[in-house]
């Protein structure tokens, strides 16, 4: 594997990690925009919120978009320094 392209993949990866971490992030605040909505007074059965499965779903997300950026960034990291190695031993 060429240098350039390890970059390339760890640099896409990071990418990838914010876009999916954005989205989680924008999922929850949607689900839980109306969190603070009194609750219901009347003697009917209350519903099983259906936002719940969404929200923990979406949690899940953003902590694996959060594992995926440290992988990236290990990707990265490992890169510069195998490309030090090879200057090093070059010069």
């Known amino acids: 594997m060429e240098i350039q392209s390890a970059f390339n993949a760890g640099v896409q990866g990071f990418q990838k990690a914010t876009e999916?971490?954005?989205?989680?992030?924008?999922?929850i605040a949607r689900n839980t925009a109306g969190i603070?909505?009194?609750?219901?007074?009347?003697n009917e059965p209350v519903a099983q919120n259906q936002s719940t499965p969404n929200l923990?779903?979406?949690?899940?997300?953003?902590?694996?978009?959060?594992?995926?950026?440290k992988?990236?960034?290990e990707v990265?990291?490992?890169?510069?320094?195998?490309l030090g190695t090879l200057?090093?031993?070059r010069v």
């Open 20 to 27: 999916d971490a954005n989205q989680a992030a924008a999922d």
């Open 36 to 42: 603070n909505e009194p609750l219901q007074t009347t």
């Open 56 to 69: 923990t779903q979406s949690i899940v997300d953003l902590k694996v978009a959060e594992y995926q950026a």
């Open 71 to 73: 992988g990236s960034a």
């Open 76 to 82: 990265v990291k490992t890169a510069d320094e195998n």
């Open 87 to 89: 200057l090093d031993v």
